[in-house]
């Protein structure tokens, strides 16, 4: 019987879908980053061990590809990650950026995708296999329109709010409930908090919520981080010369769920440039298969990415 395992990994969380011709089975562990002094491929590897750990995993599996947000960029560190994963199931691994998973199950083929997690990765690929890598760059120097970007402009906002130098938003109230209060031990807490980035990007949700009820603060927020998207789809798709069908633009990641404010917006201007906003035709955890034939245009990525080069 065919077996494969298909890994998401983020800051958030990852999640391992192994798969067999009759079933399907999710297991989910805590999401990683690189921090001073750590083992990065080990703490992968832990959080791989802890979503594995309640599922019924053969002995041996037909293949393992891991899609990762902090894949190592060193090529020996991304090949010491692949060991540690083909000794844990015993089939051969493959190492990819998230991005890349995303690409393959959210299209399958060619055309431009919008990966807006935490952070932001935005992927073109074209039908030959050449393709495009916009952002990446990280909370400090990208992550445009992510949530980390939307979380942070709504906290700033809500901040501005509660001084009274910035226009009135329920995100005010919204934040100090975040924080756990607004004295200077919760917002040390906040500051210390070794996870700042995720609870930074959990705050999108509030954006959200505060959008959907017609806050006009949390509006803008939502339409600039649709631009910022918008833009980087659009320039992915100029940079690889994409035509006629192969224009189209999909997304995934849990902030660009379909009818709320950032999605709408997305669609918009995506629309008045276009460029088509498609429904992803299935999940990143789905990509994984496409990625273990070589599919498509995918074979030329994924010999790129075995060298150590960038998405």
């Known amino acids: 019987m065919t077996t494969t395992i298909t890994i998401d990994g983020g800051k958030s969380e990852l999640r391992l879908l192994l798969r067999t ?32 750990a309640a599922l019924p995993v053969p002995p041996a599996v037909t293949g393992v590809v891991a899609g990762l947000t902090g894949v190592p960029g060193e090529v020996a560190e991304r090949r010491r990650l692949a060991l540690g994963l083909e000794r844990q199931f015993g089939g051969p691994a493959v190492v990819v950026e998230d991005s890349v998973l995303a690409h393959a199950g959210v299209l399958g083929g060619p055309g431009v995708v919008l990966c807006a997690g935490t952070g932001t990765t935005v992927l073109a690929v074209d039908a030959g296999g050449n393709h495009a890598r916009l952002d990446g760059w990280g909370p400090h120097l990208g992550d445009r329109g992510s949530a980390y970007a939307v979380g942070l402009a709504g906290m700033r906002a809500a901040a501005a709010a509660y001084d ?9 109230d919204r934040l100090v409930a975040a924080l756990g209060g607004r004295d200077l031990a919760s917002l040390q807490r906040y500051y210390r908090d070794p996870d700042v980035v995720a609870r930074t990007a959990a705050f999108a949700r509030d954006v959200l919520d505060a959008a959907a009820t017609a806050d006009a603060v949390a509006g803008r ?41 950032v999605h709408q917006a997305l669609s918009a201007e995506l629309d008045a440039r276009g460029l088509p906003l498609v429904a992803p035709v299935a999940e990143p955890l ?19 990415q075995a060298s150590g080069g960038e998405a």
């Open 21 to 52: 011709a009759a079933d399907r089975r999710l297991g989910v562990g805590p999401g990683f980053s690189y921090r001073p002094g750590d083992d990065g491929v080990e703490r992968i590897l832990a959080a791989v061990r802890a979503a594995a």
């Open 164 to 172: 009274g130098v910035g226009p009135p938003t329920v995100l005010a």
């Open 221 to 261: 927020i939502c339409a600039a981080a649709a631009t910022d998207l918008a833009d980087a789809a659009e320039a992915a798709s100029v940079r690889l010369g994409l035509r006629g069908a192969d224009r189209r633009v999909s997304h995934s990641g849990r902030l660009l769920t379909p009818g709320n404010a």
């Open 286 to 304: 789905d990509g994984g298969p496409v990625l273990l034939r070589a599919a498509g245009p995918y074979a030329r990525l994924l010999a790129h």
